[in-house]
């Protein structure tokens, strides 16, 4: 394969391969091999093993922070080696790259072109049927980064596969949501966006999880004491729960599917 020399953009890699194995430094490798100008920087290499749903939403929550033309590189791939597609799909002036099972599709949301990665000149020249991180995606994905265009990795297609993200439910006074994501703090992302809460006043809302029930929006954490509950508005636009210098998911014991249920007026 040989290099390109001029610069290259940046490209992301995201997986469930963790640290300790060579996986995430094969795909570097790979990558780098395209062009050592490539500037690869890791969003996490560790989603849980196989959890498409929260490698596609933490997708969702960054890759519009990263600049124009950037190419995300996704794998979380359970069906690896089967007839699942390889895909790269350009959405929003970024590109994303990986299995077609609906780890790219929050992301990618909206206007978007699709294509199946055909081309086996960016691809390694010998393709295992376990690995396609390596074989396939981060070469792929530096030759987009670095050369090539969309429509020189394949050929075009009229979808992808899509992961739906739930949504909240209103009735009279009510809206009811769930829990979509926990991060490592054990603060609780819910399905209620900003918008679904315009115009409602703070301090008349309530939050019932898991039998317990919170009182008023707040801003931020200090808003209530140490080992208190609070919900609020998180960074990325979503309901969050947290409970301040602790872990409202150990707390509330309310893993992802809870039933959230949001009372105002």
Avoid: W
């Avoid at 350009?90 to 299995?99: K, M, R, T």
């Avoid at 376990?130 to 396939?136: A, E, L, P, R, V």
């Avoid at 809206?175 to 992302?189: F, T």
């Avoid at 115009?199 to 208190?228: Q, R």
Wanted: glycine residues 10%.
């Amino acid at each position: 394969m040989a290099e390109h020399l001029s610069p290259c953009g940046v490209m992301t890699l995201l997986t469930d391969f963790g640290l300790s194995d060579g996986y995430v430094a094969a795909m570097k490798g790979t990558a780098l091999s395209v062009s050592s100008s490539i500037r690869v920087v890791d969003i996490t290499h560790e989603i849980p093993h196989q959890d498409v749903f929260r490698a596609a939403l933490i997708l969702k929550q960054v890759a519009r922070t990263f600049p124009r033309g950037t190419v995300h590189v996704v794998v979380v791939d359970p069906e690896v080696g089967t007839a699942r597609r390889p895909i790269v799909v350009e959405s929003g002036d970024h590109f994303f790259v990986g299995p077609d099972n609906g780890v790219l599709a929050l992301a990618a949301a909206g206007s978007r072109r699709a294509f199946e990665i055909t081309n086996r000149e960016v691809m390694r020249s010998r393709l295992s049927h376990t690995f396609h991180g390596s074989d396939i995606f981060a070469p792929a994905g530096a030759h987009l980064a670095c050369s090539l265009t969309i429509e020189e990795l394949g050929v075009p297609i009229d979808g992808i596969a899509e992961i739906p993200l739930p949504l909240p439910r209103r009735s009279e006074g009510t809206i009811s949501g769930e829990v979509i994501y926990a991060d490592q703090y054990g603060n609780l992302m819910v399905n209620i966006s900003e918008e679904d809460l315009a115009g409602l006043p703070a301090d008349d809302m309530t939050l019932t999880v898991s039998g317990i029930t919170i009182e008023g929006l707040k801003s931020t954490y200090g808003d209530v004491s140490i080992g208190e509950l609070v919900f609020y508005v998180g960074s990325m636009g979503y309901l969050e729960v947290a409970r301040r210098e602790g872990s409202a998911r150990h707390y509330l014991g309310a893993p992802r599917g809870a039933q959230v249920v949001l009372r105002h007026g």
